[in-house]
């Protein structure tokens, strides 16, 4: 477990995901196919060549999903109870087959619950490509465990 408890995230701290992602073909492909997306734009080379952007663009669901699993290690894995929403979702720029991307969260907002014995924690994550180029960006709510609640048997 390497994700951070309810209070260990402060307020307008930046996490700098040390992981970063090469987009393939393959990856964009399998997901349109596990979600029965079958947008041309991101499968036709051919229809995607007579759009304005000239080729085929990763699946944006892909990206923000790519984005999350890559910032739990450093914000919730372990420790976290549910993701509660995702929220204010852009996609500023396409992605294409190659680009490596990375991530950073912002905690934004955090809060104990009624009962004080959980915490909801806020975060606005970016996503960056090679050229950094910010590409996606949302905000990620989750309900965090607090280190005082947790067994540690």
Known sequence: MTGLYYEEFTVGETIEHERRRTVSESDNQRFCDMTMNQQPLHLDDEFAADTD????LVNGLYTMSLAVGISIPETTDGTIVANLSYDNVEHPHPVFHGDTLRVQSTVTDKRETSDGDRGVVTM???VFNQDDEL????DRTALSLKRE????E
């Open 53 to 56: 952007f000239g080729e085929r």
């Open 124 to 126: 606005h994550v970016e």
């Open 135 to 138: 590409v996606c960006e949302f």
């Open 149 to 152: 609640f947790v067994d540690d």
